[in-house]
């Protein structure tokens, strides 16, 4: 399958890996390609340069947001929030429209330090921008409930048996992805919470995540719903 993942950042590097590892043509869309390859210094979080974790993946691919939304069948949006927006603006809608794309970004801002607030809840989220401003894209909000190395591997927590969320207004495009988490990663329990508002619930889980991460000193943990 043809994947494009908008977005450098550790999320996107460990979903490319994984894809590709799985046999996918994956490219991963960036705002400039020679100003990422062109950084030297550790990210954010301390993590290596963009460049340093291509010479160690070939296979994946560089190319701007324009050209990785064209080359995909399915797109990942795994931009931070913020940036989510104005990234997917410069994929186009021509080469978005008619996808699916699956949303794991969240809107958090760190603009007032730690912990990081959230630049939309309670009325509206980041999934609901993106769908209103793409309407003919099939946005399917999951995975952003979990650090990124349970996303490609739950089962290194509790065998897989926690859960995972999904929303969508596209029932075809939520079965489409429920069926790819489980066939690409060896997801399990994956809970269909309903339509496209219902990502306000998963993107109000980071305050609790991030809280959670501050207490237990590790990003290795996930929620597991009991009845």
């Known amino acids: 399958m043809k994947i494009g ?4 950042g550790m999320v996107g590097q460990a979903l490319a890996a994984k894809l590709s590892e799985l046999g996918h043509e994956v490219v991963i869309g960036t705002r400039n390609v020679s100003t990422t390859l062109a950084r030297t210094s550790p990210d954010g979080y301390g993590n290596p340069p963009y460049r340093t974790w291509q010479s160690q993946h070939p296979k994946i691919k560089l190319a701007t947001f324009a050209e990785a939304a064209a080359h995909a069948e399915i797109v990942i949006n795994a ?3 913020g940036g989510s927006l104005a990234a997917l ?3 186009g809608e021509k080469s978005l429209n008619g996808k699916i794309m699956i949303d794991v970004a969240n809107p958090l801002d760190f603009s007032k330090g730690m912990p990081p607030s959230l630049t939309v809840c309670n009325t509206d989220s980041l999934s609901e921008q993106i769908q209103r401003a793409f309407p003919e894209v099939k946005v399917v909000k999951t995975l952003n ?6 996303m490609v591997d739950p089962a290194r927590l509790a065998g897989a048996d926690h859960h995972i969320f999904v929303s969508g207004n596209d029932a075809g495009a939520k079965t489409k992805v429920t069926e790819l988490l489980k066939s690409w990663f060896g997801w399990r329990h994956i809970i269909d919470l309903g339509d496209i508002t219902t990502a306000r619930g998963t993107e109000m889980l980071l305050p609790v995540w991030v809280r959670l991460f501050g207490t237990l000193k590790t990003p290795m943990f996930n929620f597991k719903i009991v009845q």
Do not use: D, L, P, R
């Open 5 to 8: 993942i908008i977005g450098t």
């Open 79 to 81: 931009t931070s929030g």
């Open 89 to 91: 603006t410069q994929a």
């Open 145 to 150: 409930t979990v650090n990124a190395t349970v």
